[in-house]
């Protein structure tokens, strides 16, 4: 039995592996894949708080399921924006996106 | 750590099995190289064009559809797991949600998504 | 009983679904058919909304339902009245707009009515899941309607800015409720009372009842930031403009005072227990104390930010965009005070911002329909051109600057009497400072509309501009509210203590 502890050491690290890359990537799609890796972090930490919950609890896992569906309605949704913004300007990479000042 | 000793022992076994294996039939065997014989076997297909190729826009939206619906039939798994606690009020729980996913189905294939051309 | 309390939701959903297969079916002309029945369909859940007034008064609604999924107290059907009718305004204003921009009105109405119900899930529920649900129903429905102009290329950037950082702060938020979960033990939030028992009970004798108050409290922060980019409050901010420029413009609207004012209620149903509750010793106890630290930071931040950046702008939209951000700091206020009276003022507050920010867009549209270009130099002489619409952009102007007597003074009043009575009298002064500054950005356009000389006749004026029934109609009926919210302040202000009672 491995503590909870390494598991939400494990999904802290991923969270913050994810959250670098989303702020330092300037392709979008690469910006969309760290996202998807930090809610890998949020689904470990879900699955081992369930599991060391004494009471135990199906909340966590079905939260983690429920992250999973939402996560690739969002990805879908994400790349078909991507895909447009690239029809119309021919680039994928957000400093390049620039018309609105800001 | 002691229990993790049986594990290393198997892995080195199984990577000296392999190269003792091929490394001795190496020396036995005939090389006689040809064509059919170095064809890809039962690994998909020959790959054409390079990988940043343009591949067609519909080819994308065609993709997405199918992660959504794919990862959509992740909540079917747990529901019949527990179908015979649930009953009848989780199985028209069950219909009313894939009658939503049908009605994304309708939009999909009016939009003419489904089309390949 | 129990499906009377989501019969709304229900509604929308199935108006909803129905907006969607009808719109593949018609053509050319219909189209505007798609609008009429979305409006139709916000209306009837309207009704069914303000149908549970009486009975969630009573506390006959407060209840659990399916495993306290959805909960029917008085602050979640005031909230659903508010987005029902937000959404009806928005819908309203955009036909047509849509109608001749050529946008796909069938999806058009579609998504705002899903974005309509995310909203009403997260202010309907004492769960993290159906928070999160609804607002990821939200969230992904207003990333297409911000990129829906699809031959305009602002729209695009505005859709792909808006989407990146809109799923980055779902991400911390999903993190920060990750945490939670593991420091409450489940995903049902406590209300005040029952936090208040858990975390007595958490000392080494009983039974803890939440296992780890500390985990509770770095979940918290993360989920303040997360929420901080949806609201997009000061140092999370910078997405909010550009979206606000680039999409279509009512779309602009609804982003304003929707998905905000959602955003807003998921925050007082996941803080205001933790902000509200009995200090509680130790380590744990003094982390969980910082919160309202942290909001009142926040808040100074934001008004005054969005105050000074709002001055320098010369897009009326983007300007907009950085006076929402201002007014989401007064609105931190309310929770930097950390009362029961300052979360009563933040509810009240949400109400009169959003008659107030939909009525200034209401005008900003209507122009628009005409030809008017989006910049502040093209109000230039507008009240000779068309008197109404700059009497009604004043009014509204007027109300977001917190003069007497419209809704927006009141708003601005109550939060400083509670700030005030908190002793945080600094916080309260400084919003008066900020609100002094507002004054400037407002009245330039006010300046513009009245003072200058349109420059040359007939070279922007293009005609009286006659508004049509729609528009007309959204137009009356935000500026109504405006003076209405503002002329019963005392019972909407009771409504108000009462709802966040039951937080």
């Not at chain 2, 005939?30 to 064009?49: D, H, N, V, W």
Request: charge should be neutral; proline fraction near 5%.
């Amino acid at each position: 039995m491995i503590d909870v502890q390494y598991a939400v050491v494990l999904g802290v690290l991923l969270f913050g592996v994810g959250l670098f890359g989303a702020l330092r990537s300037t392709n979008a799609v690469r910006i969309l894949m760290c996202i998807e890796l930090m809610l890998n972090a949020v689904n470990l930490n879900f699955v081992a708080f369930a599991r060391m919950l004494p009471q135990g609890s199906a909340a966590g896992q079905v939260f983690a399921i429920f992250v999973m569906a939402v996560a690739a309605a969002e990805a879908a949704v994400g790349l078909a924006i991507i895909l447009q913004v690239v029809r119309q300007r021919g680039v994928a990479h957000v400093d390049r996106i620039n018309l609105l000042k800001g | 750590m002691g229990s993790y000793f049986e594990v290393l022992l198997f892995l080195l076994t199984g990577v000296i099995f392999v190269f003792v294996g091929l490394g001795v039939a190496s020396l036995f065997r005939p090389a006689l190289p040809s064509t059919p014989k170095q064809s890809i076997y039962e690994c998909g297909m020959r790959p054409f064009g390079d990988t940043l190729g343009k591949f067609r826009v519909r080819y994308y939206v065609f993709a997405l559809v199918f992660v959504v619906f794919d990862v959509e039939a992740v909540f079917l798994y747990p529901w019949a797991v527990v179908f015979r606690e649930i009953g009848l009020v989780g199985f028209v729980e069950m219909l009313i949600f894939l009658g939503v996913l049908v009605i994304g189905l309708v939009y999909a294939w009016k939009k003419r998504v489904l089309q390949w051309s | 009983m129990e499906w009377n309390l989501v019969l709304p939701e229900l509604i929308v959903t199935g108006t909803g679904l129905g907006v969607l297969l009808l719109d593949l079916f018609l053509t050319g002309g219909g189209r505007r058919a798609a609008g009429y029945t979305g409006l139709a369909g916000l209306a009837a859940a309207l009704v069914a909304a303000l149908r549970l007034m009486p009975a969630a008064g009573r506390g006959e609604l407060a209840g659990p339902f399916w495993q306290g999924m959805v909960v029917g107290d008085q602050f979640a059907v005031l909230f659903k009245v508010l987005f029902l009718a937000v959404g009806l305004v928005v819908l309203m204003l955009a036909v047509d707009f849509v109608e001749r921009r050529r946008m796909p009105a069938g999806e058009f109405t579609a998504l705002i009515l899903f974005a309509v119900l995310g909203m009403m899930l997260m202010a309907g529920s004492r769960d993290l899941i159906v928070i999160y649900l609804g607002l990821e129903t939200t969230a992904v429905a207003s990333y297409v309607l911000a990129g829906l102009l699809r031959d305009d290329v602002r729209s695009g950037e505005a859709a792909i800015k808006y989407f990146l950082t809109g799923a980055l702060a779902s991400a911390v938020i999903l993190f920060g409720m990750s945490l939670v979960f593991g420091g409450l033990g489940s995903t049902g939030l406590p209300n005040a009372s029952a936090l208040a028992e858990a975390l007595a009970g958490a000392g080494p004798s009983a039974a803890p009842a939440v296992p780890s108050p500390l985990l509770l409290a770095v979940g918290l922060v993360l989920l303040v930031a997360g929420f901080g980019f949806k609201v997009a409050l000061v140092p999370f901010h910078f997405w909010a403009p550009d979206a606000y420029e680039g999409a279509p413009t009512p779309v602009t609207a609804f982003f304003s005072v929707g998905p905000k004012a959602a955003a807003f209620a998921a925050i007082l149903r996941v803080f205001a227990p933790f902000l509200v509750m009995v200090p509680v010793s130790g380590v744990e106890g003094k982390a969980l104390a910082l919160l309202p630290s942290i909001f009142a930071v926040l808040a100074v931040l934001t008004m005054t930010v969005g105050n000074l950046v709002a001055l320098v702008q010369r897009n009326i939209k983007r300007m907009l965009a950085y006076s929402s951000i201002a007014h989401a700091g007064y609105i931190l206020v309310g929770l930097a005070v950390a009362t029961p009276r300052g979360l009563a003022a933040v509810t009240y507050y949400l109400l009169a911002y959003a008659a107030m920010n939909l009525g200034a867009f209401a005008v900003v549209i209507w122009l628009n329909n005409h030809g008017t270009g989006d910049e502040v130099d093209d109000y230039v002489g507008l009240s000779q051109r068309a008197p109404l619409a700059a009497a009604a952009l004043v009014v509204a102007f007027i109300s977001l600057i917190g003069i007497p007597p419209t809704a927006g003074f009141f708003g601005k009043f109550y939060l400083f009497m509670a700030a005030v009575e908190a002793n945080m009298a600094w916080l309260a002064v400084l919003m008066v400072v900020n609100t002094a500054i507002s004054v400037g950005y407002y009245y330039a356009v006010v300046r513009n509309m009245y003072l200058q000389p349109a420059a040359e006749p007939g070279a922007r004026a293009a005609g009286p501009v006659p508004a049509t029934p729609l528009v007309g109609t959204a137009l009356s009926v935000t500026l109504v509210a405006v003076l209405a919210l503002g002329l019963l302040f005392e019972p909407l202000a009771r409504l108000a203590g009462l709802a966040c009672g039951g937080l």
